[in-house]
């Protein structure tokens, strides 16, 4: 089992930056493969970032390949997105995931493990 706690989220004005970190609760992190997703109201969740276990290969949607960058530190078990040139559209709730493996993943039924998500909101 891996719990997953997502932080970092927030209120912030178009152009903005935002760095959401998810802390897991199991040990041998580098075995677990991490992604970030978002839902935004009355749409699907849809893929935004994920990283391979040791770092190594990431991949990005479309929309924030440019300004959003996931990173991670396996030593204190924390994956990063930090995201950069906020824009309104990018208001929805951001999840992490995670799933053991050795590479990444795009899609949300890749993953076994979910965090609660936190809001973030770009205002315009």
């Known amino acids: 089992q891996v719990q997953l706690v997502e932080s970092g989220g927030g209120l ?18 580098s075995s677990i493969a991490m ?28 929309s924030v390949k440019g300004r959003f960058t996931i990173s991670r530190d396996n030593a204190k078990n924390t994956v990063f997105l930090q995201m950069n040139s906020l824009k309104p559209k990018d208001t929805a709730v951001y999840f992490c995931a995670a799933v053991y493996g050795s590479s990444w993943y795009i899609n949300t039924y890749e993953y076994d493990y979910w965090g609660q998500g936190t809001q973030v909101t770009v205002s315009s």
């Open 35 to 62: 992604g970030w997703f978002r839902q935004a109201p009355g749409k699907e969740r849809e893929f935004v970032a994920a990283i391979s276990g040791t770092g190594g290969m990431t991949a990005y949607a479309d």
């Open 12 to 29: 912030v004005q178009a152009g903005g930056s935002l760095r959401l970190s998810c802390a897991a609760s199991r040990r041998a992190f």
